[in-house]
């Protein structure tokens, strides 16, 4: 069953990914015909996405599926960026500085907190 967008059903353009991680197939991506606004649904929780890419990356959440592995520690993430700001742990890098002190950290959210205390 598709899902109506701008009052066309669009059952025929669905085509579906293979989830590994449970072997289950998961029916979800969705192209309008050209010349319609270019939508992208979750058949699970009907979210709309502009880009397939973006609709992809969102079924991780539904799958649990985390491709991204850590060599240090083994430790899996759904994103790139997320393993990116998890290997600072392993590195030690701090590259974010507070202008006031120069205290440095490893992440913004660091930063942001520390800063309560110039205040």
């Given at each position: 069953m598709g899902h109506a967008v701008g009052g066309m059903d669009f059952?025929?353009?669905?085509t579906s990914m293979n989830n590994e991680t449970s072997g289950r197939n998961i029916v979800g991506f969705q192209r309008p015909p050209s010349?319609?606004?270019?939508?992208?649904?979750?058949?699970?929780?009907?979210k709309m996405f502009k880009w397939r890419s973006k609709l992809v990356?969102?079924?991780?959440?539904?799958?649990?599926?985390k491709n991204f592995k850590c060599n240090v520690?083994?430790?899996t993430f759904m994103h790139k960026?997320?393993?990116?700001?998890h290997f600072k742990i392993h590195t030690g890098e701090k590259n974010i500085?507070?202008?006031i002190c120069s205290k440095t950290?490893?992440?913004?959210?660091?930063?942001?907190?520390?800063?309560?205390?110039?205040t």
């Open positions: 059952a025929d353009d669905v010349g319609h606004n270019e939508e992208h649904i979750c058949d699970i929780c009907y990356e969102h079924y991780r959440i539904h799958t649990g599926e520690c083994f430790k960026s997320y393993l990116t700001k500085k507070c202008h950290f490893m992440h913004k959210s660091y930063l942001t907190k520390h800063s309560k205390i110039h």
